[in-house]
């Protein structure tokens, strides 16, 4: 069956499974079906598959959000693993509960967005989680209170390799009632002008600059942000500023700085440019693109170029956000 992924390769898997349940997927593990090698996707919005997967297929399809406890302050939901997440972002909006909105319109699932720890706009999932439910391929469940999950940026714990073993079924969301906004990150006070804001003005805005920066991967394969912006140490970010005083950053702490992946491989004179089928976003350097018939093998030969040309004129690697399988 063919695979489904965001980049809209022609990959296809031995073995593809479905369970809309805890209790499904543990027949699936009872009866033996998942063999290895297995490889467990969300939507595939963060996957580059470089050939057909010789082997199983999982796919999570449970759904439901829950309200486990709430107060004045706060609300706690319980989300299946296989939600779309910007279903749940949509849900979180209507409902009036604060966190979420930043988030909108990123690609994938639930369950992947605790795996990823998924960030737009100065927010990162992991400071809106409090814990994660989940099954192994012996059939264990655990819970995993937030502090277990190892997050940093773009990471957890269960990107590990003795982790593909578990399975992520529901993830936990302690969200707020009181009203609060991120709104220092990019363009977004621009873009909310004078404007007053609510979660649904700022939802949309968040809609807006995402669709004007980022392909739809219906109309062209794409992964969202391919790269993840490296952190420096303040030294080494001072002596590129000192030769790129234009250079935008964002600082971490006293000693460590992001710098903007995209603004350099733009600088790198990247940004449009193609490298047989596979291309570099005209709008957005940080995107890589299947223009039509590209291969997996396709997008690697232009993440490896890229990475090169970061590397030679800023001597820093950048590293790809999308997993290679």
Known sequence: MKIPNTFGLDVEAAVFLE???VEKLEELIAAGRITSPYLHIGGGSNLLFTGDYEGVILHSRIGGIEVTTEDKETVR???GAGVVWDDFVAYCVEHGWYGTENLSLIPGEVGASAVQNIGAYGVEVKDL???VETVNIQGVKRVFQVDECGYSYRNSIFKRPEMKQVFVTYVCFRLSKKEHYTLDYGTI???LEDCPVDLKTLRQVIIRIRESKLPDPKVLGNAGSFFMNPVVPRGVFEALQKQYPQ??????DADRIKIPAGWMIDRCGWKGKSLGPAAVHDKQALVLVNRGGATGADIVALS????????EKFGIDIRPEVNFI
């Open 247 to 252: 250079m935008p950053f964002y600082e971490l």
């Open 304 to 311: 490896d170029a890229v990475r090169a040309s970061v590397r």
């Open 129 to 131: 989680i409090s814990s």
């Open 77 to 79: 939901v319980r989300v």
């Open 189 to 191: 006070r621009q873009e």
């Open 19 to 21: 369970y809309d349940s």
